[in-house]
Structures are given as C-alpha cells and as structure tokens.
C-alpha cells in the first residue's frame, strides 16, 4: 500500500491531533495541560517523519495552519465582543489595568532579551508566547514575521522556542499563586466568605411580589402612570380586581383595593409599595385560570437589537413579559436592554396570546445550536480584508498590520456586537462557537509542532533550548508576581479572584484548572472571564509592536 504526499501529509495531522488530545487529557494532580497536548504529539509525529525522510506537503501544511488559526481566533472575538465593553467597567476595570501592566512588562521584558541574547526574533516571539502559554500570540508573532518579510522557513521555526517555554509558563503560573498565597498567610475558607458577601452586595435579584392598592388618591391612574413612579422599573404582570384576575394594558386603570402582581429589582419593588399600598397576602395570580405562563425563545431577526417596550406588544395581542433570561441570569424588560439571540422571554397571558407572541419572537429552539455558515465566511473575509490594511505609525519604516490573527479577531468582536444584520445573525451559539474555536486551534498547534518536531531535540541538547527556558521563566514569573503582589497588597483583590485573573491574563486554562481546585467558588471563573477578552486583544497585538521594537527602524 502506497500513499502519495497530500495523503501522508492529512494522515500525519489527523494521528497528531489524535494524540494530543488523549496527551492533554491526562491529568496529574488534577492538573492537565490540556490542548498544548496536541503541540507535543505533533512535535513528536514531526520527529519521526523527520528520522524516516518522509516529506509532508508544505503549502498543504501552510494553508492548514492558516486556516485554523483564523477559525480560532473569529470564534475568540465572535465569543467575546458582546462581553468586550463591560468587561472593562467596575471592578473589571483595576483587574484590566493589572493585565494590561503585566503583558506591557512582558513585552518589555522580551525586546530587553532580545538586544541583550541575540536571539533571532522568530524564538524571541515563540519563546515569549510559550512563556504566557497564549495559542493567537504564537499565530499573531507567525503572521507579524511574515508581513515584516522574514524568510519562511524561519517563521517555521517560531514552535521551536514556544514549545520549550510552554511547560514553565503553565508550572510559573501555578508557583506564583502558591508563592502569593503564602507570602500573604491567605485563608481559603475567609477568601470564600467574603467573595460571597461581596457578591451578595451586588447582586440585586428580581422581587415578585404582590402589592394591594390602598392609596384613594390613584383611582384612575394607569398602569404606565404607576410604573413611572419608579422610572418603569418595574413590570406589572397581573392584575386582580375582585374576582377577576387578568394581564394589564399600558393603559389599564387601578383602583384602590386592586392587587396588582410587581415585578423588578426588590429596592424599586419595595419602592412602589410604599408609594401605593402594602404587601399583600392575597396571591394576585389566584383564580387566574384563564392565564398561562410559557418561555419563548428569542430567535426571529426582526426582533433581535429591540427592547420590549418597543416593540409595543400591547398593541396585537394582551401579554406581559415578565423578565427576560440570558445566559442563566435573570433581567427586566427594561428599554435599556436590547434583545439578543437566544433570550428566553417568561410570557405570562391567554394562550392564545402566548401563541402569537411566540411566532412573533420565532421560538425556534433547534437554531440554537445550528451554524449560520454565511456569516461564518463573512466574517472570516471582512477579517482578511481588516487584517491586511497597514496602519502606519510616524517614525518606523513598517506599518502595522493585524494580519490573519488579529483581523478575523477583530471581526469577530465587530459583528457579535452588531448582534445582527436582517436576517444574518453575526453572534454563534456557544455550541457551535466552541466547536469552530476547537477545530481551529488543533488544526492550527498540530501544524506547529509537526514543523517543529524536526529540531526540537537537537534544539534542547544542541542548541539555545536551555536559554529558552531560563529566558521564558522571567518573562512568566516577572509579570505575574508583580501583579499578584500590587493586586493583593495595594487594590485588596480577593485572592480567588485574582489568581482568576492570573490564569486569564494568560488565557491558561491548565491553570485556571489548578485554582479551581482551591476551591468550588465561582470567583476564579469570575476573575478569568473579566480578563479574558482584554487579555486576547493585547496577547495578539504585542508581538506586533515586539516585531515592530525590534525591526521597524
């Protein structure tokens, strides 16, 4: 049995990404490193091709690697431009400004190895990626050597270092969350109350109670006219009025003795009782049994960037949307909130009404998980197009270009804000989302390590593998410390928050893995995902300006 080179080539991808999956899923410690497993397997695959003169097809190979990590990084930004704006409010604000000292520092710390070692800028960019553990680093330094002319086969090279210094970036993250935790005597249990406190602080739920009119002074007031002494904070569900229970207009009197079912944010809640009654003990949904309750799924174009109020749902048919649920967290209708892809509305009313607010609002729960293809490539070429335009900088001979890594992510942030256009909706599911960002980042990491695999020993027992190392372990450690020292002595962070946000200052999943088994608190979560869309901005920007430092004059 034969095979020819475009054959063996997919073969070889196929058992390196195999592989590296079964390699990233073991785990010791509860510690695994996850999809850099496919990086190893494919240096090994790359190895013994190598040893056996087996040539692979290397424009196959290039398109591959390409390809994939546009994919990964489209899916990054498409998963996190919704999210991209607020992650930087409140306290997300200090966690991102630690970020963004921490990769300024490492980018510093790298352009000082690189005029001090002579290294060559292809392990200088690989090594630094490898250190931070940060996959569109690694794609955005291949592409920024590639716009900057540097010969292929040396952009080739660029695994070679990342591979080395990937072990000590997960190992240094996970050292100096030990070192913080001991230098500051942290309690895990006293971390976890008080997270919870905080989060009790802040978090304000929806109150549904209900509230009997006694104040003669709103005879005839409208439902409107009652909401708007809380500023429309609020939603009135239901009304009962005498015997009879049903869903009010915006134009719906109130009568003293009404009970009337408030929906909201409990301070406004309790706000709006105060100013027209007192609680009630009676049940306004009680011989409601003309009304039903349904959760509609939002998935019809025409709806979606809409508030509730605007779309006048009053005006066809008699329904109430009580609250709406995204991502597993309750809001209210208010006009503030625009519709998004996939909310699920509580519709309370006839079920008639229900009914026709459904195909109004598209319930069509079997789009939730399907991929829209067409924006898909929209976005993947509107991101080569963002990608390859040169932004000139005064006083360098080069212009900076986000190329195949930082244009796509661009996109992807543009279009899931934009949420959607008529009928193409830009932001995916996160199923489908998570599968597009797999395929990509397996194809992308198989591609490096088997280009990588033929010099990967020989670097480590021959060559400059061991200054790789030393060099990659400063730029993981540096950082690292130094925020978790300003974080924890200065700003007062939580502990579990900020070893979160360590792990996602360097997208570190194998870490993020470790902190959590500190504890079954959410906070680390919390703290990862503050930084995690801020931190792949700027993980895809700075080997740009590195490039940029070290061969733009």
């Known amino acids: ?24 899923a073991i785990k010791i410690r509860n510690i695994s490193i996850g999809v850099g497993g496919i990086l190893f397997s494919g240096i090994l695959v790359g190895h013994i091709l190598t040893k056996e003169n087996i040539i692979l097809n290397h424009d196959i190979l290039h398109f591959i690697k390409s390809f994939g990590m546009m994919l990964f990084v489209y899916a990054i930004g498409n998963r996190v431009g919704p999210s991209f704006i607020s992650s930087l409010k409140s306290q997300g604000l200090k966690l991102n400004l630690l970020i963004l000292l921490s990769i300024s520092i490492a980018t510093i710390i790298t352009v000082l190895i690189a005029k001090c070692s002579g290294i060559e800028i292809q392990y200088i960019l690989g090594m630094m990626s490898g250190a931070v553990t ?75 109670k209900d509230i009997e009119v006694t104040n003669n002074f709103l005879n005839g007031y409208s439902v409107t006219e009652i909401c708007d002494m809380v500023n429309q904070k609020v ?114 009313g006839e079920q008639e009404n229900i009914d026709a607010v459904a195909v109004r ?50 996109a992807g942030i543009i279009f899931s804000r934009i949420g959607n256009i008529g009928p193409v909706v830009w932001h995916m599911p996160p199923s489908v989302n998570n599968a597009i960002k797999d395929m990509g980042v397996v194809l992308f990491l198989s591609i490096v390590g088997i280009s990588s695999g033929a010099m990967f020993i020989d670097s480590i027992v021959n060559g400059d593998g061991l200054k790789w190392m030393l060099w990659g372990t400063l730029i993981t450690l540096i950082p690292v410390m130094t925020i978790g020292f300003i974080g924890r002595k200065f700003l007062k962070l939580n502990y579990l ?56 004059q």
């Open 235 to 348: 939603v009135i569900s239901r009304v009962k009025h005498g015997d009879n229970t049903f869903v009010p207009k915006p134009d719906t009197t109130i009568e003293a003795g009404d009970i009337i079912r408030a929906i909201g944010n409990v301070k406004y809640v309790n706000k709006l009782a105060r100013a027209i009654g007192i609680i009630s003990q009676i049940d306004a949904t009680m011989n409601a049994t003309n009304l039903s309750y349904s959760r509609v799924i939002a998935t019809n174009y025409k709806v979606l960037g809409k508030s509730i109020p605007e779309l006048s749902l009053h005006k066809f048919t008699d329904v109430v949307i009580s609250r709406i649920t995204r991502n597993g967290i309750d809001f209210s209708p208010l006009r503030s909130l625009k519709l998004q892809f996939g909310d699920i509305l509580h519709v309370i």
């Open 497 to 552: 928050t900020l070893i979160g946000m360590i792990a996602g200052g360097n997208t570190d999943t194998p870490a993020l893995a470790y902190a959590s088994s500190l504890s079954n608190s959410d906070a680390m979560s919390q703290g990862y995902a503050t930084v995690y869309p801020f931190t792949m901005f700027l993980r895809i920007l700075s080997p740009q300006i590195i490039v940029l430092l070290l061969m733009g």
């Open 1 to 24: 049995m034969t095979f020819n080179n475009l054959e063996i080539t997919i073969i070889a991808i196929s058992i390196a990404i195999a592989l590296g999956v079964a390699i990233g």
């Open 361 to 410: 609002f598209g319930n069509n729960s079997a789009q939730i998980n399907k991929a829209q293809i067409v924006p898909i490539f929209i976005g993947l070429a509107v991101g080569m197009l963002i990608g390859a335009f040169p932004i000139s900088i005064p006083g360098t001979s080069i212009p900076i270009k986000l190329g195949m890594a930082g244009g796509p992510l661009m």
């Open 134 to 208: 940060s996959t569109p680093s690694l794609g955005a330094g291949s592409e920024a050597l590639r716009i900057a002319g540097v010969a292929p086969d040396k952009v080739s090279q660029i695994g070679l270092s990342y591979a080395v210094a990937y072990p000590f970036g997960i190992l240094g993250l996970i050292t100096v969350m030990l070192i913080v935790k001991a230098i500051f005597k942290i309690n895990i249990q006293a971390e976890e109350r008080e997270f919870e406190a905080e989060n009790s602080r802040k978090t304000v739920p929806l109150a549904f």
